[in-house]
């Protein structure tokens, strides 16, 4: 879709009109002709659609109130377009920006706005990877707090040694305390196979309780010993 800045003479133009596509950049506005957009069947867009609907359905899922009051809270937020006009943000929207970090299995996404002041944080993240047991020490900087510690992971690629572009759920844990050990190696397995030694591996932990926001994602690698 197109956006205009109005003025006594179209002053700014950036996006699509019909077939034809406006930029601006450092040189001024360009036009180009617009190219057929063909969406891409890999695994990693199967998935977005796949979590786009569970969405959906946490907002569908909800009461009037609920609804009520995630618009509330996006009335007290802006964002700006490509030209730099401000624009509100819809409950909808800020909705989808905090189920993308809460989802999860057994999450229930049909919930109120979370407290804004109320941020949650993760003290330490200590990986502690060997071909027996693959543990995670994680510490909570608020101390214990009823919650669950979302573990996601990759493998390194084969050949750079960089991680993989996709991450995998792997499991879904209950705080147990300030400090704990988690020993994810059964999920891991089964999400993305047994691990050799010397393996490089990479971790991204999310700390989530119903009501606040979850923390941000930490991530954090390991070789296996």
């Not at 800020?94 to 979370?114: C, D, H, K, Q, T």
Request: hydrophobic share 40%; with cysteine.
């Amino acid at each position: 879709m197109a956006l205009f800045k109005p003025s006594a003479i179209v002053g700014a133009v950036s996006g699509q009109v019909g077939g034809v596509v406006f930029r601006q950049g450092k040189n001024g506005t360009t036009i180009a002709r617009a190219r057929t957009h063909r969406p891409a069947s890999t695994s990693f867009t199967v998935n977005a659609v796949n979590d786009f609907h569970t969405y959906i359905a946490g907002w569908r899922g909800m009461t009037d109130e609920m609804r009520l009051a995630w618009r509330q809270m996006a009335g007290q937020l802006s964002t700006s377009n490509r030209l730099g006009q401000k624009r509100p943000w819809s409950g909808f929207r800020l909705y989808l920006n905090w189920a993308r970090y809460a989802a999860g299995p057994g999450v229930n996404l049909s919930w109120w706005p979370p407290i804004r002041a109320n941020r949650l944080a993760l003290d330490t993240i200590v990986p502690n990877f060997q071909t027996y047991a693959y543990n995670v020490g994680v510490g909570l900087v608020d101390g214990y707090a009823t919650g669950s510690l979302f573990f996601s992971g990759c493998r390194a690629c084969s050949t750079t040694g960089f991680r993989s572009k996709n991450w995998r759920f792997i499991s879904q844990r209950t705080v147990s305390s300030t400090y704990a050990q988690y020993n994810i190696k059964t999920a891991w397995s089964a999400a993305l196979g047994e691990l050799s030694s010397g393996e490089l591996v990479y971790l991204k932990v999310v700390y989530h309780r119903p009501g606040w926001l979850p923390s941000p994602p930490y991530f954090c690698s390991a070789s296996v010993g």
